[in-house]
């Protein structure tokens, strides 16, 4: 990421490019959580399922050295195996998103290696998990597969959505039992208020989102816990109030069975058909804080984790502060 960072950004002076490719081979998911927008804008394409070819296609076309894969629940789609040892033979790193269902069906299909991981959706411990997913059983079966990867040499994350009304302790004892667990890395970032979501009231304002994430990380150093936490430090200083970025949104851009989604993971104005089209054509100064309502409140790494590392270039000590972590 560091090689390929300075060639774009101080070899080749490029204004835009992906530093993490968000691919979406299909949309269909086996849950219907409160907070997923997903389940609701895609609900009329569910059949559809992209080929190992346009995977590969679209993996080269972006040119990242990262590439998540949500969806949609991606353990759903029959060849996810060859799309992600395609991805990884092309030398990129895979990070899998799933809720933990289906994973025990990757074990031996997809081996372990150092390029691939997975990414589990865990929102909070068994009775808040579980609320956030509409089903229970959901918590002891996902991290039941969780340990059984980590046992067989999986590299294994987390992402935890932040909602209102859940209290920090909820997050401390999470973030306790994942690195118990063995889990590499924890990701979070507050729910964004998707406007194909009914239920508003559960997602957080921003300054909101800032208190209780300080308070979160104030009780994890109150009591001497070292959380392996996956973003980065500059990210979460950012999550904690401490830091104002630009967004970003362009460096994580998102592939669906619909195209290149305009402008971003979270909000789809539209969709085209290539990367170049979606640079070039959407007016990117048209969105963020202060500039779309609808970003008002967003606080997500899609948008922002890029823009603290780009914005390290320019100020020493946060490179320093990147490298360390």
Not at 281 to 300: K, S, V
Request: net charge negative; glycine share 6%.
């Amino acid at each position: 990421m560091a090689t390929y960072l300075v060639k774009k950004r101080l070899i080749e002076r490029s204004d835009r490019f992906p530093v993490t490719l968000m691919l979406e081979p299909l949309e269909i998911c086996n849950l219907e959580c409160h907070g997923c927008g997903r389940i609701r804008e895609y609900a009329d394409v569910f059949d559809k399922r992209m080929s190992v070819d346009e995977c590969l296609r679209v993996a080269e076309e972006a040119g990242a050295p990262i590439v998540n894969i949500p969806g949609g629940e991606p353990m759903i789609h029959k060849q996810i195996d060859e799309i992600v040892l395609g991805i990884q033979a092309q030398g990129r790193f895979v990070y899998m998103c799933t809720n933990g269902l289906l994973m025990n069906k990757a074990f031996g299909k997809i081996p372990p290696s150092d390029r691939f991981s997975f990414v589990v959706h865990i929102d909070g411990m068994r009775e808040v998990h579980d609320h956030a997913v509409a089903r229970e059983g959901v918590f002891d079966k996902a991290t039941t597969y969780m340990k059984e990867a980590i046992a067989l040499g999986y590299r294994v994350c987390t992402n935890t959505t932040i909602f209102r009304g859940t209290p920090a302790e909820e997050y401390v004892e999470l973030f306790a039992f994942l690195k118990d667990m063995g889990v590499e890395g924890c990701i979070t970032a507050p729910g964004f208020d998707y406007d194909s979501v009914s239920d508003r009231e559960q997602f957080l304002a921003r300054q909101e989102s800032q208190a209780l994430y300080s308070e979160v990380h104030d009780r994890c150093d109150e009591l001497g816990m070292d959380v392996p936490f996956y973003n980065n430090p500059l990210f979460h200083e950012f999550l904690q109030g401490k830091r104002e970025y630009r967004c970003t949104a362009w460096a994580m851009p998102t592939y669906t069975v619909e195209g290149w989604r305009s402008p971003c993971y979270l909000l789809a104005d539209k969709h085209v058909s290539s990367l170049k089209e979606l640079y070039d054509e959407t007016d990117w100064d048209a969105y963020g804080t202060d500039r779309d309502p609808r970003c008002a409140n967003c606080l997500m790494h899609c948008g922002y984790e890029a823009s603290t590392i780009l914005d390290s270039f320019s100020s020493p000590r946060d490179l320093v502060a990147l490298a360390r972590s």
